[in-house]
């Protein structure tokens, strides 16, 4: 990587699955050193219930097995948090403290140390010990609800918001906010990232409406959940569908004029039955022609329209495909850090296969072959 950012930033992740490991992706990719640490029996689960997406996630890492039910292995992670600025978990509260290995005792071997938990509720409330999943914190945090056409149920993403968004990019966030503050005054401190915390925050125009009106609006009635008829999804002549997003009066009268139809700019721009002869028109106009034929009318037109893609024709789009968005690796697509920098750019790196960096991590904080040998036979690594 040519001028890595996080140059010299060592992070211990003891995260599993999706969520702690796409935090310390990024990490990683900004050139950050990411010692992952897996039990040596299978390691992180996301290895056996999906490969492909583990090899997403944790390219550029180190792996190294540590047992942590074993009080060897408790040892061993105090000395690599001696020498490490960051580290990630995602156990419930208080598990890490039981195993004597949480920030009231990390931070008294190693007082600079960053130390973050990124977990469902966070670390305080009555939810704090209970388990859950994306779709638990999405439908607490009130985005299941307001998501879904207008007297439909709620509609389940494939985009996992809380996981990634309210969760990962948020503990992100955290934690180069932390080691920002510890360079410049000696002392780490504990970075409390709760999924359901960080996907309700995220919802600024929910919590505007509710401030405008007293309540929440009703699903897909939101002035950007469908509510407006020029900020809409609308199917073609061919099945697939296209997303009018043209919010703003100067884009919906683009749009007007590109499709010669000026009587469309005399209907009211409202939601609700107020804007409801603009939606029907707007419905009978798409049908006429496919989704492609919509895109190629537009072009250029600067009115907000674009064709609604699957996944697989996401990877074909021109401005990925110009912006180097993904690549292919032995025939497969990959993502790499979507940030640009003017004199620095992100490193992928391989995957690490279960432990192979055990030895050489360790060699490295001076664990001679015959600690190594005792270490392995304890099943501490």
């Known amino acids: 990587m040519a001028n890595p950012l996080l140059s010299g930033i060592r992070v211990l992740d003891l995260t599993r699955l999706l969520p702690g490991p796409f935090c310390s992706f990024y990490l990683a990719q900004l050139g950050a050193e990411v010692?992952?640490?897996?039990?040596?029996?299978?390691?992180?689960?996301?290895?056996?219930?999906?490969?492909?997406?583990f090899t997403l996630l944790n390219r550029g890492k180190k792996s190294v097995t540590l047992d942590l039910r074993q009080p060897q292995a408790v040892t061993v992670l105090k000395v690599m948090?001696?020498?490490?600025d960051v580290l990630i978990e995602s156990f419930r509260p208080?598990?890490?403290?039981?195993?004597?290995?949480?920030?009231?005792?990390?931070?008294?071997?190693?007082?600079?140390?960053?130390?973050?938990?990124?977990?469902?509720?966070?670390?305080?409330?009555?939810?704090?010990?209970?388990?859950g999943h994306d779709m638990n914190y999405c439908a607490y945090a009130g985005l299941l609800d307001q998501t879904g056409a207008a007297g439909g149920p709620p509609v389940l993403s494939n985009f996992q918001g809380a996981d990634l968004a309210g969760g990962a990019l948020t503990c992100a966030l955290g934690i180069l906010a932390a080691v920002i503050g510890a360079r410049a005054s000696g002392q780490g401190t504990m970075v409390d990232v709760g999924m359901l915390d960080g996907t309700l925050a995220l919802q600024a125009l929910s919590l505007a409406t509710i401030r405008t009106l007293g309540g929440s609006a009703e699903r897909g009635g939101d002035i950007l959940s469908?509510?407006?008829?020029?900020?809409?999804?609308?199917?073609?002549?061919?099945?697939?569908?296209?997303?009018?997003?043209?919010?703003?009066?100067?884009?919906?009268?683009?749009?007007?004029?590109?499709?010669?139809?000026?009587?469309?700019?005399?209907?009211?721009?409202a939601p609700g039955a107020d804007g409801?002869?603009?939606?029907?028109?707007?419905?009978?106009?798409?049908?006429?022609?496919?989704?492609?034929?919509?895109?190629?009318?537009?072009?250029?037109r600067d009115c907000c329209v674009s064709g609604i893609y699957t996944p697989q024709e996401a990877l074909d789009n021109p401005q990925v495909k110009a912006r180097g968005l993904v690549r292919m690796e032995d025939g497969k697509p990959v993502s790499d850090l979507p940030i640009r920098f003017s004199d620095a750019v992100g490193t992928a790196g391989d995957c690490p296969a279960l432990g192979a960096d055990t030895a050489d991590v360790l060699a490295g904080l001076g664990f001679d072959a015959a600690a190594l040998a005792a270490l392995h036979a304890s099943g501490a690594i």
């Open 35 to 53: 010692v992952k640490l897996e039990e040596p029996q299978g390691g992180d689960y996301a290895r056996m219930l999906s490969p492909e997406l």
């Open 81 to 84: 948090a001696a020498q490490a």
């Open 94 to 131: 208080g598990v890490m403290d039981k195993l004597g290995c949480g920030y009231h005792d990390l931070k008294l071997i190693n007082p600079r140390l960053v130390y973050a938990a990124l977990t469902g509720y966070g670390q305080t409330g009555p939810y704090k010990d209970r388990a």
């Open 226 to 269: 469908g509510g407006l008829a020029n900020y809409s999804i609308y199917a073609c002549a061919d099945g697939k569908h296209v997303a009018l997003a043209a919010l703003e009066p100067k884009f919906f009268l683009n749009f007007c004029k590109a499709v010669d139809r000026p009587d469309l700019a005399a209907l009211p721009l």
């Open 276 to 300: 409801a002869a603009l939606r029907a028109a707007l419905s009978a106009l798409f049908k006429t022609r496919s989704r492609d034929e919509w895109e190629q009318l537009l072009a250029g």
